[in-house]
């Protein structure tokens, strides 16, 4: 069990405001890119203009009162201190909750969902209770010292969090590295997890989807297979070299800034603009808690840890699933079922991407929502 909760306040310090200012003054950009569009990265053109606003118009100090809206706290498990928002419904009838982001994401992804979640406005509406972490090395939780910190410890060490906050029954959700989390949480079955919902479920595809696809299966392969011929370079960097790569990371805002933002395109269903999804402020909102933090190599260790080695264990727990047009990862329900084993509720979406809670506020909560009601938990 966690051996000590206190509470906690998020906080940019003003002499970390004016070094971060001092850098981003100094930045040295490449040459432009000589290729068409985003073949080559992310462009220079628009490194520029979001440089030029978080110089200019940015407001430094926007991301701690965001967080500071809900309550907040520390948890140490296993000797590494944990931050998480946890925010109670009034409704007595509430079900526990513990949603879990992904990289490049944070703790902001859910923030415009917790209202509607915890004190829906139709009380027909099924209410949470939420519990929402930062994962091991990333924004306010801590970075481990000691390697092990897979995808299995952090499900072991939230369903230890839950029971010392008081959950004995609860469901988790999560998405990309909160999706891992969350499948292993309920192929670990410790017995207090009562059911999953996952926006990015991952099962490797059986000899018939290769075989004989469906049109919806061979656009899902397509979309995999240009992910590992041009875009999964990040992903090898990080699970080989996290350490080579966090020192650059941690040098340069506009590095970080890059690297962080490009994913945000490519991986959303923005139409190849991320500008027409996200406002400026958001993206350099996540840029500046991964730079604040400087958890740009701690939270890349997670891919060192299980990117390369990915489990497959099947889950027997009821699952739900809620497929995104634009998610990296896209199975069909046949797909998903030869890991999935009781999938209670599924669900294929119009519009959306990879960061459902943040694009689409409105369907993920409607998901969430119809996908235990359904389970009738």
Avoid at 2 to 17: K, M, T, Y
Avoid at 80 to 88: A, D
Avoid at 121 to 146: E, M, N, R, T, W
Avoid at 271 to 297: E, I, N, R, V
């Amino acid at each position: 069990m966690p051996a000590a909760i206190s509470p906690f306040v998020a906080a940019f310090e003003p002499q970390a405001i004016d070094d971060l200012k001092a850098r981003l003054a100094r930045t040295r950009l490449p040459e432009a890119e000589n290729a068409d569009g985003w073949e080559q990265g992310i462009p220079l053109r628009l490194v520029q203009d979001l440089l030029d606003h978080w110089q200019h118009h940015y407001d430094f100090q926007r991301v701690p009162p965001q967080l500071n809206a809900w309550p907040q706290y520390l948890a140490e498990v296993d000797g590494l201190p944990i931050h998480y928002l946890h925010i109670k419904s009034a409704r007595t009838d509430a079900l526990p909750m513990i949603m879990t982001h992904g990289w490049p994401g944070s703790v902001l992804e859910f923030l415009d969902v917790i209202e509607p979640l915890t004190a829906p406005a139709d009380p027909a509406h099924p209410a949470f209770h939420l519990v929402i972490p930062s994962l091991p090395g990333y924004g306010f939780s801590g970075k481990p010292a000691q390697s092990g910190w897979s995808v299995e410890k952090t499900a072991d060490a939230w369903d230890r969090l839950m029971q010392a906050l008081g959950y004995d029954r609860y469901v988790a959700q999560g998405g990309d590295w909160g999706a891992a989390v969350t499948i292993a949480i309920g192929a670990q079955n410790r017995g207090h997890c009562a059911a999953i919902h996952v926006n990015m479920p991952v099962a490797a595809p059986p000899p018939e989807v290769l075989a004989e696809p469906t049109a919806f299966e061979a656009e899902s392969l397509a979309r995999l297979g240009w992910y590992r011929a041009n875009d999964n370079g990040y992903a090898i960097i990080q699970a080989t070299r996290p350490q080579t790569l966090g020192y650059g990371l941690t040098d340069s805002p506009v590095g970080q800034m890059a690297w962080i933002v490009e994913k945000f395109r490519n991986w959303s269903d923005c139409g190849g603009d991320p500008l027409t999804l996200f406002s400026k402020d958001q993206l350099l909102d996540t840029a500046m808690l991964y730079w604040m933090t400087a958890s740009a190599a701690s939270s890349a260790r997670l891919y060192w840890h299980s990117f390369l080695n990915q489990s497959f264990e099947p889950v027997a727990l009821p699952t739900g699933c809620s497929i995104f047009p634009k998610e990296l990862f896209r199975p069909s329900r046949r797909w998903a079922e030869t890991r999935f084993t009781s999938i209670s509720y599924w669900n294929e979406m119009e519009k959306g991407g990879h960061f459902a809670a943040m694009e689409q506020p409105a369907l993920f909560v409607d998901e969430i929502r119809n996908c235990f009601v359904a389970m009738a938990l």
